[in-house]
């Protein structure tokens, strides 16, 4: 009980981080008050008729944080940003340039980040443009005015700018990652709805299938978390001179690889890209091209959320999303020059090349295996709910997932930030 309440504790008790909690709720509060603070130009409640009767449109409004169902002045969400994100990830794969940047640490993730931000800009009016678009095929704007649609690409583009300075600020200031932050809490402010809309269309004939579905989700985040905190420990060795010349002692230590060292970010990623098909059979299913149009009803039935096809990329997705994040986050080059410079080394491994290789080896076997684990679990809500039939809870699957997630990395930063205090106070 005492390891439970150990982070609740230090939240009050440790001042640096009762100010990341304080400044974490501030930008919290001021993204949910903008969140419902509507564009100009939307006819709302047939806006939300249209997101009720729809379940990819439901998806799509989850990963806005509900800001798109209301149609605020953050619609867009942070969907442009995880997609810019998504184009550098690939082409750090073909451009070499963008590969040393990925592994110079730090200062090239500074340098990719500021490459995304750019590119997110034009993507933003993309993604508007491709919006407004959409609603004036479903006769959805109230005005026609080329100025004014025009303004409201302009503040949908201004509403995702000032989100992604929010999850920027809470990186540095906050509790966690800021972009997984404000995805969290746009799921987590749509749970009371999402929990009355399947209370009061509860089928009573289906009680066995509902407790069946309880039981895998709690087996489900039981994994999450047990999969979080796996590590796989290499075995350091580090030798240490003595008293005299002739005498060097040999102190043991471990080197943890996490089992999932990209966390929740292959999720975002994967669900982001999954979106695009849907988006687009939704634009062009309004195209007075039947062939177009044809193409569009193809997509929709092919990639709906419960179809086969959907979840066979969408898994696909996840994996490879997974190696690619975990080559940007952690350098095999880098850890294996910090053991030689510090005269540390893995027992039978020789220091320089065959370290950075036996560390890609062990780094790629386990990351397989973490990738598969959350792949299988961001399809398995469908999956059961193809099989007890209840279709009103596939959407959440994924949703619990990155609230999962996202706990367990906020208790890892209190967690560390305790750990840090506690040394502080034994030197003092």
Known sequence: MNNILAPLRALIKIKELRNRLIFTAIIIAIFRLVAHVPAPGINLAALKEMFNSSAFLSLLDVFSGGTLGNFSIMALGLNPYINASIIFQMLGMVIPKLEALQK????????????????TIPLCFLQGIALIF?????????????????SIVFTLAAGTSLLIWMGEQLN?????????????????????????????????????????FLIFA???????????????????????????????AVAS?????????????????????????????????????????????????LLTPSSALYNILYFVLVVAFTYFYTAVVFNPEKIAKDLRSSGSFIPGIRPGPNTVD??????????????????????LPSIMSGFTGIASL???????????????????TINSQLFMYSYDKFLD
Do not use: C, W
Request: hydrophobic content about 50%; glycine content about 10%; charged content about 10%.
């Open 253 to 301: 230590s471990h080197l943890p690889l996490r089992l999932n060292q990209a966390g929740v970010i292959p999720i975002i990623f994967a669900v982001s890209f999954m979106l695009i098909p849907g988006m687009l059979s939704q634009i062009l299913g309004r195209v007075n091209q039947p062939a177009l149009a044809g193409f569009a009803t193809t997509i929709s039935r």
């Open 104 to 119: 110079e640490g730090d200062y090239g993730r500074q340098k990719i980040n500021q490459y995304t931000r750019l590119l």
């Open 358 to 379: 036996y560390l890609n080896f062990v780094l790629t076997r386990i990351t397989l295996v973490g990738a598969s684990f959350l792949g299988l679990v961001a399809i």
């Open 134 to 150: 959409l609603l004036q095929k479903q006769g959805l704007t109230t005005t026609v005015d080329p100025l004014q649609l025009a």
């Open 172 to 212: 540095d200031y906050g509790l966690g990652n800021g972009i997984s932050l404000i995805i969290f809490v746009g799921i987590v402010s749509r749970i009371p709805i999402n929990l009355m809309q399947t209370l009061t269309t509860i089928d009573q004939t289906k009680i066995f299938s509902y407790l069946i």
């Open 218 to 248: 709690i087996a489900a985040i039981y994994a999450i978390v047990r999969t979080g905190e796996a590590v796989r420990e290499i075995p350091i060795q580090s030798a240490r001179r003595g008293g005299s010349s002739s005498y060097s």
């Open 394 to 412: 596939a959407i959440g699957g994924t949703s619990i997932l990155i609230v999962v997630s996202v706990v367990l990395e906020i208790l890892k």
